[in-house]
């Protein structure tokens, strides 16, 4: 049985050669040639473009069918009223995939432009050439060297994307890397007038490359044959969906975004407790659950130890993770005994929350000394340390030299305990303290533990991940 | 009529002399008494501290009573078990306010502890001494020069909190100060054995200094004199009230920090409608709140124009405000009209969201041409713009250049058109675009623009504005 029919999309990720229809001759800005040489891509590139020889030190051809050579992929970069064309000889040529990235169809809001979308899709019925889009960004692989930015990281990963906006997926990719997570495949399809979300799960659950899969979806086609391919994934892996357009003015914003028709708050429900796919609203909280669900793991219940900043910020902490629905139960007695021990200090702070001595330099003491003791304490399953570094007193050379003594204690603290331990770091708007802040972020998620922006993000991270029976 | 009795509270944010019992002769820490000369107090300062000779250059007594002159203000920062007799000590010197900074009183959960705190109550009742506490940071006061920490601005605000935590009274100042916010009174009030925030708010609806007010509540013992307390200050000026402790163990957290019985969510519900208090949950929420009150001012209506990134970003954006009660409308056909003279690109973004042209370029040029288009559209109040810099492509040099234009051109723009303007930054955690987003904030705040951290930050403020009737 050839490759293409077990995993009939994998081409798309992996082809041997593209070309590009309408690439632009400018040498000032990036165009997809320049973006693929840039960004490592090692098949054969093909620039379409009849005005000019040369694109980038490559042979430029009038049109795709002049290329002497197999073209896998192609991206069309040419007017929406020149598309047809562009297509209809891309299919002549035999092309597997076509991306084409030009707006102005169905989403357009013109008869025209819905007209040219349905002929698109004609054109291709019943040949062997699929197509993504239109009006989408296309496929970024670090594996195969594709991308559609030129600002995304070249690092693999094992996260999958599929959007039906390039720019959220963009937004996604980029506030995973910030904490130092990556991607295998990330998919922006814009209006599925041809290959649609079911496709591209079908793929990824099978995907070795692909761990966890996030979806950005604004209307889904055909409900059944999108329900079974979530339930199909999520019978492998767990599948993130950011559902877009579901209040009445979104709704309306996403017709005119990719022509989709979305479903609302409660049939998204319905589809959530049908599929276990775990809901998001917004690209932020999409990141969070992607990190919770790659660095906490398992969990074996939802009962919460805050350690850190006790006194009225433990107190909105604790409510905070209580309207998530997790709890913040009372350390036993036991451990309340043992915390005493270490730190016996006046006031509140031994019963959960737990308050580190004052500043910075007692919590790091207290990683070492205090997380054996609540990693023992039968009370509670996940650890949450809260670093409010926004109230940090003390200059800034001293707050980045402390921050960065107490993440390696904690890296060596949370590395000789079973619990699984996340962080949250809140640094407000500073500077200077937002500096100090990512340089201990980017020791602690290097060592594989959780970092959050704050305990809301945390939070509402912890509470989306499965909880693993005992 | 003597001022006290106008004001009674008057000299506790005033003073004209301050005593600090237990003044700490160490020179490696930052005790009361330095923190005071640092920040710029400019009455008398008199250490007590019956060991040394001299702190910081001030003579110190053996005790309160040996100071020849009479003291406004004294600090306790005694050990919990002198702290009776050193409130004895104040009470027969006739010092007015007595603010106890120890813990370790009825929040410690010790029979002993109540005890203390029940005889320092008896201790005062009947006397011209007032007590501030236990258990509290107490007074921050730029006017005056006090203050419970040395980050805190010397610069003076209008804006007043009155607080149970000093760590979440914290947290408030230094977010608002982040963005250019400040402050006129904060008060730091812990278990409330003595004054409470009825008697706090009592004063600031008065002060002329104070025209919004913050309060973080975990108890309040007299539950019509609170209400009596809210309303009176709501005629006059806006009170945010963030509740602490009213989920499970978050009322557990708060018995154990401040000694507090908390009211459940339903009580506070019913207090909002009576009072007209704003609610908030969080202290970020409070601070975007404030600064919502503060820059925002009058909206005649909840519509939102959402100006920066369409696509699914827009999306995104339309749910967030949806959900938050706000609407998204679209613009007017004649807005419609208008704005596709000036931006005939292809697709999207003409009807709400609008897109400018891609990238921060076309952004400035679009708050020149645009914004007076939507400022004279029938279908919405207020703007928010959608700064989405963390997928912005380019070099960071251009990056803080083109922001940094691009927040003088919304100055402008936003200087000469009548709707309310809000601005959200969205950065991610790179640090490089944190610092360009940073010197954005900062010239658009010192116009008076409110600048929200994302989206959902500037949603739920807008939410809480009052409408203006036109």
Redesign the interface.
């Known amino acids: 049985m050839p490759e293409d029919k077990i995993l009939p999309l994998d081409k798309m990720f992996h082809p041997k050669s593209i070309a590009v229809v309408g690439a632009s001759s400018s040498t000032k800005e990036i165009g997809w040639v320049k973006r693929l040489l840039d960004f490592g891509y090692k098949g054969e590139i093909y620039p379409i473009n009849p005005k000019v020889k040369e694109i980038q030190g490559l042979k430029a051809y009038a049109t795709i069918c002049d290329v002497p050579a197999p073209i896998d992929y192609a991206i069309l970069n040419v007017p929406?009223r020149s598309t047809l064309q562009a297509l209809r000889d891309c299919v002549a040529k035999g092309v597997k995939f076509v991306h084409c990235y030009t707006?102005?169809f169905g989403?357009?809001g013109s008869e025209e432009g819905k007209r040219l979308e349905s002929e698109m899709t004609k054109m291709i019925s019943g040949r062997r050439t699929r197509l993504l889009g239109p009006?989408c960004m296309g496929i970024y692989c670090p594996e195969s060297g594709m991308t559609f930015?030129?600002?995304f990281p070249k690092a693999e990963g094992r996260i999958a994307v599929v959007?039906?906006?390039?720019?959220?997926?963009?937004?996604l990719v980029?506030?995973c890397?910030?904490?130092n997570l990556y991607f295998s495949k990330v998919i922006s399809y814009g209006n599925a007038a041809d290959l649609d979300a079911p496709d591209f799960l079908e793929y990824l659950a099978q995907d070795k490359q692909t761990d966890i899969i996030a979806l950005?979806v604004?209307g889904v086609k055909n409900g059944s044959t999108f329900m079974s391919a979530v339930r199909k994934c999520r019978a492998k892996k767990p599948v993130i969906i950011?559902r877009?357009?579901?209040?009445?003015?979104?709704a309306?914003?996403?017709l005119?975004?990719t022509a989709s028709v979305t479903w609302s708050q409660e049939t998204w429900k319905g589809v959530f407790k049908q599929t276990g796919a775990i809901p998001a609203?917004?690209?932020?909280e999409t990141a969070d659950i992607i990190q919770g669900l790659t660095r906490i793991r398992k969990i074996f219940g939802q009962r919460v130890a805050i350690i850190g900043?006790?006194?009225?910020?433990?107190?909105?902490a604790?409510?905070?993770c209580?309207?998530a629905g997790l709890?913040?139960?009372?350390f036993s007695q036991e451990t309340q005994a043992k915390l005493r021990e270490i730190k016996p200090d006046?006031?509140?702070g031994l019963?959960?929350?737990v308050e580190p001595k004052m500043g910075m330099e007692g919590a790091t003491e207290f990683y070492l000394r205090g997380l054996p003791i609540i990693d023992a304490d039968s009370e509670t399953d996940i650890i949450l340390i809260q670093m409010?570094v926004?109230?940090y007193?003390g200059g800034d050379a001293d707050l980045r030299q402390t921050l960065t003594e107490s993440a390696y204690a904690l890296c060596a603290a949370a590395d000789s305990i079973k619990k699984p331990v996340a962080v949250a770091i809140f640094t407000?708007?500073?500077?200077e303290t937002?500096?100090a802040a990512?340089a201990a972020?980017d020791i602690l998620t290097k060592a594989g533990i959780a970092v959050f922006?704050?305990v809301?993000s945390a939070a509402r991270a912890i509470a989306r991940i499965p909880i693993t029976k005992s």
Do not use: F, M
């Open positions: 929406a707006a102005g989403e357009d009006n930015s030129e600002d959007s039906q906006s390039g720019a959220e997926a963009s937004r980029l506030l890397r910030d904490v950005y604004e950011l877009a357009g579901t209040t009445e003015n979104g309306r914003a996403a005119y975004h609203l917004t690209t932020d900043r006790g006194g009225g910020i433990g107190v909105v604790t409510d905070i209580e309207r709890k913040v139960p009372p006046a006031g509140a019963r959960n929350p409010a926004d109230i007193g407000g708007g500073r500077p937002v500096l990512a972020r922006s704050g809301e």
